[in-house]
Structure formats: structure tokens, C-alpha cells
């Protein structure tokens, strides 16, 4: 892992690939007001009872971190709701997820892998994320949603204003803030209101085109969707929307990213890979393990709960850092080590139980069809040693931003 860390200069803020931690598998963080839990097992359950660890996690920041207004709602954000709403709203969707529907996209998404690559040949140069690894899942999805995928300029800057911040998440409250930490409040409260509205601007437009316009898209079927014999709010409709938006490309934008890195940073697996494509699935898998896009996961405690050997009181926050537990030495033998011929891995990059990531199959799909397309078209998939990668700053997500490729 030195190696890793230092190639890549690696910030310490990604603490799960500086290798092993010490400490307990729960800790809690006086400063922040947050649990820490780093452990599988101890993952593992907070995954598997949503009902005593909650995923409306909004509940508990303070008011004066909340925004507020017309222009910020929560209904309908799906990763934020518990059942029975949760399964509802998530069967809603489920049908254009399938893995039959996913499959019949493969010829698709091998078509716009192979014409952004012949456009990036033409300029003579090529970086992964630009280049592949953000149109390609952008497109698939706004397609799926019904969107513009010209628009996808627009949909970056909104997930880069959303996911590329460099803030630490804390639930303490100082007694007397200072007039600075105010206004620095004030304006990362701003930031992150801007793109929101817009976003949701954008896509209650098109909805309401749906209603006197409906097409053969998830846009349509969200608006025409009933849950208890009701048609969805209108909040409930765009909020649902940004999810499928915004997570439906960022995961596989970090998935394939991540992947390029993983078979640069280890070129013995890269020539494995491109002897045997049978193993491409498999070599997904563990970078998935080894770089979780995303590697933390909030859920809030709804009764006090034994965890990990220490107490957790009710109504508490915790911090579930998938990429520490996806190198947890009593889950995984030599977990610093990336080694695609780990049978089985269980690895938790994609959640577990109910909040399993909806959009999976074909984040997989993508990832497969695109690496496979990849290795037929480069000798050799090796970074720019004179063109730095660059890592996302968000200290709960592991993904480049730049991948240079020569």
C-alpha cells in the first residue's frame, strides 16, 4: 500500500489506503459528534437492520446546518427514506433494473464506448474521466430518464458542486460560533442550495412536459407512478429523479476510473487480465473492494444498540467507512494486497441488504463492457508519469477526477 500512497500521493483523508488501522472497530468522535464504525462484521449489521439503524439520517443536524426554504426538500430521496416507504418508492423503478432490461444494453453502451474513444483519438490525446468515464454512464442514464444527454455538461457541474467538496461533516455546535465560522457557514450552505435548486429546477421542468407528453422513459413512469392509491408530489417526483440522475453515473465514472488505476498500479494483473478476459468481472469485484467510490455511508441510531463491543446510544450518527471495512483482516486475508482471484468477496462497495445500490447491475455492466472495449484498443492502459492523477477531494468518496492515460 506505501507504494500505492505514494504514487499516486494519496491524502491521508483516505486513511483506509495508508494501510492497517489501529483501534477499536466503533469509536466515537467528540469533536465531530459522529460514531465511526470501521469494521465489517460491524458494517455488516448496520447494513442488515434498517430498523434499528436508520437511514433518514437528516433528522439529526442541527437546524442551523439545515437549509431552508421552498427551495430544499428531502421527500422522495430515496437513499434518505426507511421502510415501508422505502420499498414502495424503490419498486417504483426496480422494473427498468432488471437484469433482463440492463443486458439488452450491453450493444448500446459498446457503441458510445467505442465512439467517445474514436472522438478522444481524434484530439491525440486521452483522459480516462473526461473522455470515457463521465459521459459513458451520463449518457446511458439520462437516456434510461429521458433527459438530454447534451445536457451532460450541465449535470457535471451540478455533481461537482455537490460531491467534490473537500468538507468535513461534524454535528457540533459550538457554544459561540465565531462571526468567520458564520459566514463560511453561510457559504457552503450557498454552494451546495445553488446547484440543488438549479438541478431541481431542470428536472421539475421536464416532468411537468411528461404530463401532457408522456414517453417510454423513467421520467414518465415516476410521474405516473401511484403509491397508496396516489400519484407522487411533485417534490417526491424531481428529488427521486436526482438520485437516479446523479447516482446512476457518478458510481460507475468512479467504478471505471478506479479500475484504470488499480490495473496501472499493478501491471502483473494488467497482463492477467488481457490473457484471460474471462477475469474482467472479477477484477471489477475487487477494485470495487480495494477503492470504494463511495466510501463512507451515514446511517442514525433509532434505540440504544450494541455495537462492535461498545455502547451506541439512540439517536446518534454514524459514519459506516465501507473502504476501511473492505480491507477488514478478518474478512479479507492480506487486504491491502488487490488480488481479483479473491473467491468470494463480499465486498460491501455497493451496500447490503434493502439500500443495496439499485443501479448495480448496471454500474457492472458498464464497467465490463468498457474495460473489455479498453484493453482491445490500448497495448497498454498506464497513466502520464509527467501528467499527474488526481484524486476527488471528498473525503467520503474514493474516486479520480483526472485520469491521464499514454
Not at 37 to 56: M, R, W
Not at 164 to 186: F, M, W
Not at 309 to 325: E, F
Request: contains cysteine; aromatic residues 8%.
Amino acid at each position: 500500500m506505501a507504494d500505492f500512497v505514494e504514487r499516486y500521493d494519496v491524502h491521508p483523508r483516505h486513511f483506509w489506503l495508508h494501510g492497517p488501522r489501529s483501534g477499536q472497530p466503533v469509536e466515537f468522535d467528540a469533536e465531530t459528534g459522529i460514531w465511526n464504525v470501521y469494521g465489517y462484521p460491524e458494517a455488516q449489521a448496520i447494513f442488515s437492520d434498517p430498523a434499528t439503524f436508520s437511514s433518514d439520517t437528516m433528522r439529526l443536524i442541527p437546524k442551523s446546518l439545515m437549509p431552508g426554504g421552498e427551495d430544499f426538500s428531502m421527500e422522495g430521496f430515496i437513499t434518505q427514506i426507511d421502510p415501508p416507504e422505502h420499498g414502495k418508492l424503490r419498486k417504483l423503478v426496480s422494473s427498468a433494473f432488471t437484469r433482463k432490461v440492463v443486458a439488452d444494453l450491453e450493444p448500446r453502451i459498446a457503441a458510445l464506448t467505442h465512439e467517445l474513444l474514436d472522438a478522444a483519438a481524434e484530439r491525440g490525446r486521452f483522459e480516462l474521466v473526461t473522455d470515457l468515464a463521465y459521459p459513458l454512464p451520463v449518457i446511458v442514464i439520462a437516456e434510461l430518464l429521458g433527459v438530454p444527454s447534451g445536457d451532460r455538461a450541465l449535470f457535471k457541474r451540478w455533481a461537482d458542486a455537490l460531491f467534490e467538496r473537500d468538507t468535513k461533516i461534524s454535528l457540533a455546535e459550538p457554544a459561540e460560533p465565531a462571526e468567520d465560522q458564520d459566514v463560511d457557514q453561510d457559504v457552503d450552505l450557498q454552494a451546495t442550495l445553488r446547484p440543488w435548486k438549479e438541478m431541481s429546477d431542470y428536472l421539475a421542468g421536464h416532468a411537468a412536459e411528461r404530463r401532457t407528453r408522456p414517453r417510454a422513459d423513467l421520467l414518465t413512469k415516476l410521474v405516473e407512478a401511484e403509491m397508496d392509491g396516489e400519484r407522487l408530489p411533485d417534490d417526491q417526483v424531481v428529488n427521486f429523479a436526482i438520485v437516479l440522475l446523479l447516482a446512476g453515473h457518478i458510481t460507475t465514472t468512479m467504478l471505471l476510473g478506479n479500475t484504470v488505476l488499480c490495473l496501472d498500479a499493478f501491471p502483473e494483473q494488467q497482463d492477467l487480465v488481457r490473457a484471460d478476459r474471462s477475469t474482467i468481472p472479477a477484477v471489477i469485484e475487487e477494485a470495487l473492494r480495494y477503492l470504494p467510490p463511495f466510501a463512507a455511508v451515514g446511517r442514525s441510531t433509532t434505540r440504544e444498540v450494541e455495537l462492535g463491543g461498545v455502547t451506541v446510544p439512540a439517536d446518534q450518527m454514524l459514519l459506516t467507512w465501507v473502504g476501511a471495512a473492505n480491507r477488514d483482516p478478518r474478512q479479507f486475508p492480506a487486504p491491502g494486497a488487490f488480488d481479483p482471484g479473491r473467491d468470494p468477496n463480499p465486498h460491501l462497495s455497493f451496500g447490503r441488504g434493502i439500500h443495496f445500490c439499485l443501479g448495480a447491475p448496471l454500474a457492472r455492466l458498464e464497467g465490463r463492457t468498457a474495460l473489455g472495449i479498453l484493453l482491445d484498443r490500448f497495448t497498454r492502459l498506464r497513466t502520464d508519469p509527467d501528467d499527474p492523477v488526481e484524486f476527488m477531494p471528498t473525503p467520503t468518496m474514493t474516486g479520480v477526477r483526472r485520469l491521464p492515460l499514454v
